[in-house]
Nanobody, 127 residues
Framework: QVQLAESGGGLVQAGGSLRLSCTVS?????????MAWHRQAPGEQRELVAS???????NYADSVKGRFTISRDNALKTVFLQMDSLKPEDTAVYYC????????????????????WGHGTQVTVSS
């Protein structure tokens, strides 16, 4: 059974930083999977904010470009989301997701392409 466990959420003031982590088991799935971070604010649709291929190629939503950085550590079976210059509109539950399917860049930025999901971690940015 594939499991994803997020951590690192919390409350931060606008302009601050947080680093989210997501560990995947079994590790064999992580190594071959594209990974992505999504977020969902109350009353809003789930939004994909950043993705990273199994080979390390990254893509970002326009809303977070230049502020968020996605990375992965294959030895730790963990994907990270470094969030800097946070804004109140970044407040949401953040989810990581994985898919072992080979995807194009456009597919990797589609919420519906991901097969496995974590339970989410709350990020709240105060003004």
């Amino acid at each position: 059974q594939v499991q994803l466990a997020e951590s690192g959420g919390g409350l931060v003031q606008a302009g601050g930083s947080l680093r989210l982590s997501c560990t995947v088991s079994p590790g064999s799935i992580f190594t071959v999977s594209a990974m992505a971070w999504h977020r969902q604010a109350p009353g809003e649709q789930r939004e994909l904010v950043a993705s990273i291929s199994s080979g390390g190629r990254t893509n970002y939503a326009d809303s977070v470009k230049g502020r968020f950085t996605i990375s992965r550590d294959n030895a730790l079976k963990t994907v990270f989301l470094q969030m800097d210059s946070l804004k109140p509109e970044d407040t949401a539950v953040y989810y990581c997701a994985a898919t072992p399917d080979p995807l194009t860049v456009d597919q990797r930025m589609s919420v519906r392409r991901y097969d496995y999901w974590g339970h989410g971690t709350q990020v709240t940015v105060s003004s």
